[in-house]
């Protein structure tokens, strides 16, 4: 079936790391993406990640794949009061017929304190 | 940075009524889909679109909804007579290439906030 699972909150300290982590099914995938949304706003793409890398780091962001476990996570370094957000992992569904489709988990509502 | 834009950015309509949400994608890209996430729900996929057909739907896309490009800029999504558990917010998104490398990222615009009484 088609599930991508995510914890739904996570409250971290500001200059502290936030892990956020995700699991997904289907092992066709070709990509994998975090989305922020913002309050009230649509979905941004953060980053993604090709199905063959481990790893992938972009300035404070580090995505860690483990693809037997079907596993994502992504860590925010130095976590801000402006990356407070609702965070998507999201799969690309297979492409056989030719078609591509995101697969959403439900979002992980990441709240930043002082 | 060209971007997916959307209007309305809010819709409130009554119940019965026909509405038109629109987008209009990144210029250079010929897949297009729509999304709908009901308020505090996962974010679901509803139909794909490419060279004027769908090419793929979900069960939550019946008969009561349609896509069309009517102009090359435009993309829209119909509901012919909503109910009000059609009540979401709508994302049009946009890609390159259907599969095949980066070209395939979705790119969303901000969606359309629909209310149905």
Known sequence: GEDVEQSLFLSVREGDSSVI????????????????QEPGAGLQLLT???????????????????????????????TQTGDSAIYFCAE?????????????????????HP | ????????S????????????RCVPISNHLYFYWYR?????????????YNNEISEKSEIFDDQFSVERPDGSNFTLKIRSTKLEDSAMYFCASSERLAGGLLETQYFGPGTRLLVL
Not at chain 2, 1 to 8: F, H, L, M, N, S
Not at chain 2, 10 to 21: A, D, K, P, R, Y
Request: one cysteine or more; proline letters at 2%.
């Open chain 1, 21 to 36: 982590n995700c699991t997904y099914t289907d092992s066709s995938s070709t990509y994998l993406y975090w989305y922020k």
């Open chain 1, 48 to 78: 993604y990640i090709f199905s063959n890398m481990d790893m992938k780091q972009d300035q404070r962001l580090t995505v860690l794949l483990n693809k037997k476990d079907k596993h994502l996570s992504l860590r925010i370094a130095d």
């Open chain 1, 92 to 112: 690309s569904k297979g492409v056989s017929g030719g078609y591509n489709k995101l697969i959403f988990g439900a979002g992980t509502r990441l709240a930043v």
């Open chain 2, 1 to 8: 940075e060209p971007e997916v834009t959307q209007t309305p």
């Open chain 2, 10 to 21: 809010h819709q409130v309509t009554q119940m019965g009524q026909e509405v038109i949400l």
């Open chain 2, 37 to 49: 996430q009901i308020l505090g729900q996962k974010v679901e996929f509803l139909v794909s679109f």
